[in-house]
């Protein structure tokens, strides 16, 4: 009964449009009166200058962006993208100096090596800073602040802007996305880099990358930052480990699981109150680790991957007292 229904109604709405077609290109002739035929279709002469309007000329309706997930992305709206290849042309000192090259973006620079940093977005303050490492949001939930020392840049391959950092996290402001950088090859590799620095700053990193079976590799690195401490503002020490392995279960299904581990030492200056007198200094130890589980899958026989879980777990232990106590008169 209703598709009787539906093909009665489709019939009768065709009978009206031809009726009021009738109506407009043709008229009953009244006595003596030749019958006007409807004229021709407007069409432009083969000789003519004015070429006919074509469909492409006609300016089509805003669609939405089509999804794509390329290889460990989903689907967002980039600004600008900054990739490996274009990341180690670029002097750094840390992660804060990669992130002044993205658009509206604002670096919290207290100065000194190791100090805490911190970003905004134009408009916006420290505490709206949305970071994402490997799909997981990297800010505190508490405070929403994301210190940039915490991330290693060695381990990073691309640092992205987005609009859109994710479907289950949206921001009118905007995120910034990382990601780690996984062992591609079929070789073994290690690397070392030292670099050294005036007031006593040493870097020393490493990474070693292999194949360990036919459906996994693995990318291991750290890095040792220290400054001897001549001048108490510049008292750091860094120790950071990494990891990331990739594990693939078929054809359809991956798993990919990171883990940095973060032990910092650092002072933090005490600011001037006026010309003779100053804040005392504060003495920071940190302890930061970070799990993240990600897996990777096509669901209902799709060619591209629609599927993403993430699992991510962090634990941190910070102290932080005066730089003087314990002190004595003859230290």
């Known amino acids: 009964m209703k598709y009787t229904i539906q093909r009665l109604f489709t019939k009768q709405k065709f009978a009206i449009l031809l009726v009021l077609t009738a109506t407009v290109f043709r008229s009953e002739p009244t006595s003596g009166q030749i019958p006007f035929p409807p004229p021709p279709p407007l069409t432009a002469p083969p000789d003519s200058s ?20 390329p290889n460990d992305t989903l689907a967002q709206v980039s600004f600008q993208i900054l990739n490996q290849r274009s990341l180690q042309s670029i002097f750094a000192e840390d992660i804060s100096d990669w992130f002044r090259l993205l658009n509206s973006v604002h670096i919290f620079d207290p100065g000194a090596t190791g100090q805490e940093t911190y970003f905004s977005f134009q408009g916006t303050n420290s505490r709206q800073s949305r970071l994402f490492l490997d799909y997981r949001p990297f800010y505190d939930p508490i405070s929403g602040k994301a210190d940039l020392t915490l991330i290693p840049m060695e ?3 691309s640092v992205n802007s987005d609009n859109i950092s994710d479907p289950l996290f949206f921001s009118e402001t905007g995120a910034i996305t990382l990601r780690t950088t996984p062992f591609r090859g079929l070789e073994p590799y290690s690397q070392i880099y030292h670099h050294k620095a005036p007031r006593g700053f040493s870097d020393v990193d490493f990474r070693f990358g292999q194949q360990v079976s036919r459906r996994t590799n693995i990318m291991v690195g750290g890095h040792i930052k220290s400054n001897d401490g001549r001048n108490e ?6 120790q950071n480990l990494r990891a990331r392995i990739n594990l693939l279960f078929s054809r359809q299904w991956r798993m990919q699981y990171s883990v940095i581990n973060h032990s910092v030492n ?8 006026d010309d003779q007198f100053a804040a005392p200094s504060a003495k920071q130890k940190l302890t930061r680790t970070d799990h993240t589980i990600n897996f990777f899958g096509k669901m209902l026989n799709s060619h591209a991957e629609n599927f993403r ?4 777990f962090s634990t941190q232990n910070t102290k932080l007292s005066d730089a003087d ?6 230290d």
Do not use: C, W
């Open 50 to 69: 004015i070429s006919p309007q074509k469909a492409d000329s006609l300016v089509p309706a805003p669609k939405k962006p089509a999804l794509i997930f």
């Open 266 to 273: 650092r002072k933090f200056p005490g600011y001037y109150i």
């Open 233 to 238: 503002a510049y008292l750091y020490e860094h």
């Open 309 to 312: 879980g993430a699992l991510y």
């Open 155 to 157: 381990f990073m391959e």
């Open 325 to 330: 106590e314990g002190k004595t008169e003859n």
